[in-house]
């Protein structure tokens, strides 16, 4: 950045803070910030790096005075210019009506085949001397979201049809065979399991929407690991006698980390019920936890492996998209509802953290939940007053 230009912004400096703190509080009524006099221009662009969306302020005679990496990357700018005719003509239209304006732009980037494009929105905010703020995001990500949701929706009606069609089809079998009580008893336990795949399924669509709306971390609590993963173990414990699947666990001592209980037991069940489904009688299931270094901070990973029928790898690539099944009928037959690994990553990127697979088929698969350590928490006890 030019000093001549930077020796200028002092005065532009103090409605910009008040527009990007605007901006980042989401438009919450604060009482406007004190002035800063000597702002010093290293904070301006330490604030438009830490800004997500691309930001660009300009001069009063189009030049960029400062701007992020996010706004180039974005192709808003380029060098010394913004770059786009028709955000420009915004650009001078909000500086001399001095009024805030938005626009939705289409951009495409290259030539031919190696073309991309970018769904920009963007808010041109007029300031003072002729200087204006660009706030450019991201609407395509926005777009995928909805999109994603729309798919969810279809998939999930789309589910949920097959076991209500298939009730309705033993009920009218049961009602046609009513003078012979073995069928009728045949037909009443297949709508016993569907009514039963009905719930589960209706019950994880729900845990899947609550774990979209909810943040873990915001009311976060520190968690013994081993506490979490000893309750998963006791949930699926009858599964895996009934299966005839051996359960064991070898847990380190001492591992914490910050999150949500419930939803951690959760994800830690959801795995193990999933190497019990999918291990044949007398397969083994074990449940391990340690530490791991990544970049430099300390991680618990929770470990689940199994030597069972395994996982393909162009299958491993898709089991955490919701509703995906590698193997639909086994996935059926178990009363698999393909959410529960979806279930899964939602809660590891809740938390801050992963969830990974190694499989070979037909020798069986692990699968790693690894998650932030946090110390434990002081368990000295208070001192009298
Ligand atoms: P489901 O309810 O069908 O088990 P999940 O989301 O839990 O759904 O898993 C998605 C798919 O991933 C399963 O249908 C299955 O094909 C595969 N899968 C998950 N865990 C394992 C495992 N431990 N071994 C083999 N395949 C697995």
Redesign the pocket.
Same mark, same amino acid.
């Given at each position: 950045m030019s000093p001549v230009i930077a020796s200028g912004l002092g005065a532009v400096v103090g409605a910009l803070v008040a527009l990007l703190v605007l901006t980042l509080v989401r438009r919450r009524r604060t009482p406007p910030p004190p002035e800063v006099p000597d702002f010093p221009v290293a904070d301006l662009v330490s604030i438009l790096d830490a800004v997500r969306a691309g930001a660009t302020l300009l001069g009063p005679h189009d030049d960029i005075v400062c701007a992020n990496e996010t706004a180039e990357k974005m192709g808003v700018v380029r060098g010394t210019r913004v770059v786009i005719p028709a955000l420009l003509d915004l650009v001078r239209d909000v500086r001399r009506d001095g009024e805030m304006a938005s626009v939705n732009l289409d951009l495409k980037k290259g030539r031919g085949r190696t073309a991309t494009g970018a769904q920009l929105s963007v808010r041109v905010l007029p300031l003072s001397l002729g200087r204006v703020f660009v706030v450019a995001d991201d609407r395509a990500q926005a777009l995928r979201m909805r999109e994603s949701s729309r798919n969810f929706m279809s998939n999930a009606t789309h589910e949920l049809k097959t076991p209500v069609g298939a009730i309705s089809l033993l009920a009218e079998a049961a009602r046609e065979a009513a003078d012979d009580p073995e069928a009728v008893g045949r037909f009443t336990g297949k709508i016993m399991a569907e009514s039963q795949r009905l719930t589960d399924l209706i019950s994880q669509i729900i845990t899947l929407s609550k774990l979209q709306g909810e943040s873990p971390l915001a009311a976060a609590e520190p968690v013994e690991v081993n506490q979490f993963v000893s309750l998963a173990l006791d949930r699926c414990r009858q599964l895996a006698d009934a299966r005839d699947v051996s359960l064991t666990s070898s847990l380190q001592e001492g591992l914490w980390v910050l999150g949500d209980p419930g939803q951690l037991v959760t994800a830690v069940s959801?795995l193990v019920t999933?190497?019990i489904?999918?291990s044949d009688a007398r397969g083994r299931v074990v449940v391990s936890t340690r530490t791991s270094m990544v970049d430099g901070v300390e991680h618990v990973d929770v470990a689940v492996s199994?030597n +069972?029928? =395994?996982?393909a790898p162009e299958?491993q690539a898709r089991?955490f998209e919701r509703f995906?099944?590698?193997?639909y009928a086994? *996935?059926r037959e178990?009363g +698999?509802? =393909?959410?529960?690994?979806?279930i899964v990553s939602e809660v590891a990127e809740g938390h801050g953290g992963t969830v990974t697979v190694w *499989?070979r088929l037909g020798s069986g698969?692990t699968?790693t939940l690894r998650l932030p350590s946090v110390a434990a928490p002081d368990t000295e006890p208070e001192e009298d007053q």
């Amino acid at each position: 950045m030019s000093p001549v230009i930077a020796s200028g912004l002092g005065a532009v400096v103090g409605a910009l803070v008040a527009l990007l703190v605007l901006t980042l509080v989401r438009r919450r009524r604060t009482p406007p910030p004190p002035e800063v006099p000597d702002f010093p221009v290293a904070d301006l662009v330490s604030i438009l790096d830490a800004v997500r969306a691309g930001a660009t302020l300009l001069g009063p005679h189009d030049d960029i005075v400062c701007a992020n990496e996010t706004a180039e990357k974005m192709g808003v700018v380029r060098g010394t210019r913004v770059v786009i005719p028709a955000l420009l003509d915004l650009v001078r239209d909000v500086r001399r009506d001095g009024e805030m304006a938005s626009v939705n732009l289409d951009l495409k980037k290259g030539r031919g085949r190696t073309a991309t494009g970018a769904q920009l929105s963007v808010r041109v905010l007029p300031l003072s001397l002729g200087r204006v703020f660009v706030v450019a995001d991201d609407r395509a990500q926005a777009l995928r979201m909805r999109e994603s949701s729309r798919n969810f929706m279809s998939n999930a009606t789309h589910e949920l049809k097959t076991p209500v069609g298939a009730i309705s089809l033993l009920a009218e079998a049961a009602r046609e065979a009513a003078d012979d009580p073995e069928a009728v008893g045949r037909f009443t336990g297949k709508i016993m399991a569907e009514s039963q795949r009905l719930t589960d399924l209706i019950s994880q669509i729900i845990t899947l929407s609550k774990l979209q709306g909810e943040s873990p971390l915001a009311a976060a609590e520190p968690v013994e690991v081993n506490q979490f993963v000893s309750l998963a173990l006791d949930r699926c414990r009858q599964l895996a006698d009934a299966r005839d699947v051996s359960l064991t666990s070898s847990l380190q001592e001492g591992l914490w980390v910050l999150g949500d209980p419930g939803q951690l037991v959760t994800a830690v069940s959801n795995l193990v019920t999933n190497g019990i489904a999918y291990s044949d009688a007398r397969g083994r299931v074990v449940v391990s936890t340690r530490t791991s270094m990544v970049d430099g901070v300390e991680h618990v990973d929770v470990a689940v492996s199994d030597n +069972g029928i =395994g996982i393909a790898p162009e299958d491993q690539a898709r089991i955490f998209e919701r509703f995906y099944r590698a193997d639909y009928a086994r *996935s059926r037959e178990t009363g +698999g509802t =393909g959410l529960g690994l979806s279930i899964v990553s939602e809660v590891a990127e809740g938390h801050g953290g992963t969830v990974t697979v190694w *499989s070979r088929l037909g020798s069986g698969s692990t699968f790693t939940l690894r998650l932030p350590s946090v110390a434990a928490p002081d368990t000295e006890p208070e001192e009298d007053q």
